[in-house]
């Protein structure tokens, strides 16, 4: 361990590791590698062994002395929920467009993974690693081995985080501007009341911050929160959002903001269930713009994540290329904006004609402050087309 990196060899890995040099250099040099597979725990030491020796293979030596390397690292909780995979999709198409390969770890909440795709992408020496995790935090010991890596993985990114890490690049949807945005609509076109009903995790309680520092802009508004914990948010947000509302609506219309759209089709078929009559006494907005809006009955009106998509991997794409270009990055949160506001039948705040069709066209969020600052309903045609 004492040797000069330099003049590390395979060999120094094998004895460290306890494996052969042949395994080795199957593990350190995957491409063309063959023979039986390799187990994970083999692997494992392998590349710890690699990590300790600080070893660099010949073939990732050239790229080091090239200062360039076409693979981008991306380390992520799954290939779940409705965000991440068509944010991949979108990732590895720019990337391939610019001749460099996505190199995929997925680590489902398992740290010991997690820091073994860092230390993968360390051995391919990425030119850059980017990380999403599907509550919106990164674990702190993800962030070490990142940082402790960043000489041999190069820098990163954390793509729709909710948090803000001293020295660490984000690049995230304006969810700020999407609370005024809604805050307008709600100020000038009812209802005043809102309630946002959220779970318990760092980014909801981030969420929530948001939400009750742009609620002190808007003082004719009345404003509460709902926190459901996160063991059984789904099964538990529609019953307990129908319970506060129930308590809320004594004293007029409610609006309820869910946490996503799950969040906003439970609450919904909550409020069916209770009797309780949406868009009036309790309108509803949910997030993400997925499936569910429009198969929920009502329909919901949604923020469009979705359709926000391809703008995330836009600035991601800008920030990477600025990095190979030597140029300077600052290491802070990069806010796309907004995403639109898709008015459907759960919130109508233009008139109830809004509300009547079961399918609507997208009305982008521009066009609802605009209408909310002029204070004047515009016209039907000029918010969107009638119901098909």
């Not at 460099?100 to 030119?127: M, N, P, W």
């Not at 820098?155 to 690049?171: C, D, H, K, L, Q």
């Amino acid at each position: 361990m004492n040797k000069n990196t330099e003049n590390v060899t395979i060999a120094d890995v094998a004895r460290q590791a306890g494996v052969s040099a042949t395994t080795v250099s199957r593990v350190l040099n995957p491409a063309g590698a063959k023979g039986l597979p390799i187990s994970e725990a083999t692997r494992g030491r392998i590349m710890a062994a690699a990590d300790q020796l600080n070893f660099v293979s010949r073939a990732h030596a050239r790229l080091l002395r090239q200062q360039k390397s076409p693979m981008i690292g991306f380390l992520i909780e799954g290939m779940v929920g409705p965000f991440t995979p068509p944010l991949v999709n979108e990732l590895c198409l720019r990337l391939a467009r610019m001749g460099k390969q996505l190199v995929l770890g997925i680590y489902g909440s398992d740290i010991e993974i997690a820091r073994q795709h860092v230390r993968t992408f360390r051995s391919y020496r990425t030119a850059a690693v980017l990380v999403r995790s599907r509550l919106g935090t990164v674990e702190d010991e993800i962030h070490e081995a990142l940082l402790a890596g960043a000489h041999e993985c190069g820098p990163f990114i954390f793509i729709a985080g909710r948090e803000s890490r001293p020295g660490v690049t984000y690049v995230c949807h304006d969810f700020e501007a999407v609370l005024e945005n809604i805050f307008r609509l709600a100020e000038t076109h009812g209802p005043r009341r809102i309630l946002l009903a959220g779970g318990s995790t760092a980014m909801a309680r981030a969420t929530e911050a948001d939400f009750l520092r742009h609620a002190q802009r808007h003082p004719r508004l009345e404003v509460h929160t709902l926190s459901v914990p996160t063991e059984r948010f789904y099964e538990d947000v529609g019953p307990a959002t129908i319970v506060e509302a129930r308590r809320l609506l004594a004293d007029g219309p409610l609006l309820v903001l869910a946490g996503d759209d799950r969040a906003a089709f439970e609450i919904a078929t909550a409020a069916r269930q209770a009797g309780v009559g949406v868009p009036a006494p309790l309108a509803i907005i949910g997030r993400g713009n997925t499936e569910l809006a429009e198969v929920c009955r009502p329909t919901l009106t949604s923020v469009d994540i979705l359709g926000n998509t391809p703008a995330l991997a836009d600035e991601v794409i800008r920030l990477l290329t600025l990095w190979e270009q030597g140029s300077p990055v600052e290491p802070r949160v990069h806010s796309i904006g907004p995403p639109n506001l898709v008015l459907r039948q759960s919130y109508a705040p233009f008139g109830p004609a809004i509300g009547q069709g079961e399918r609507t066209e997208d009305t982008a969020c521009s066009s609802a402050q605009h209408a909310a600052e002029s204070a004047e309903p515009p016209p039907p045609s000029a918010t969107m087309d009638q119901a098909r």
